[in-house]
């Protein structure tokens, strides 16, 4: 088996400084994107509220609606 290669400082520096900046980039951007995705939740919760109203209504109303014995 061949023995390791020594790697050279320049390299070591640039994939740490490349692992570092990775990380920061990634903690701004889920900062950036955290409030916009609370925001698109709660409006996606109150369009499902309403829409489940109007499901509410609509099978009230073809219940009523419906031909029956009694009439």
């Known amino acids: 088996m061949v023995p390791p290669v020594a790697v050279s400082p320049l ?3 640039a994939r740490y ?3 570092v900046a990775g ?3 990634g903690k701004r951007r889920y ?3 955290k409030p916009i995705a609370a925001e698109e ?3 996606e919760e109150e369009e499902k509220k309403v829409r489940e ?3 509410r209504i609509a ?3 073809a219940e009523a609606n419906e031909d029956s014995i009694l009439k």
């Open 53 to 55: 109203e109007q499901e």
């Open 41 to 43: 939740r709660r409006i």
């Open 11 to 13: 390299i070591k520096t």
């Open 31 to 33: 900062g950036e994107l």
């Open 59 to 61: 099978k009230a109303l």
């Open 17 to 19: 400084s490349a692992l």
């Open 23 to 25: 990380i920061v980039y």
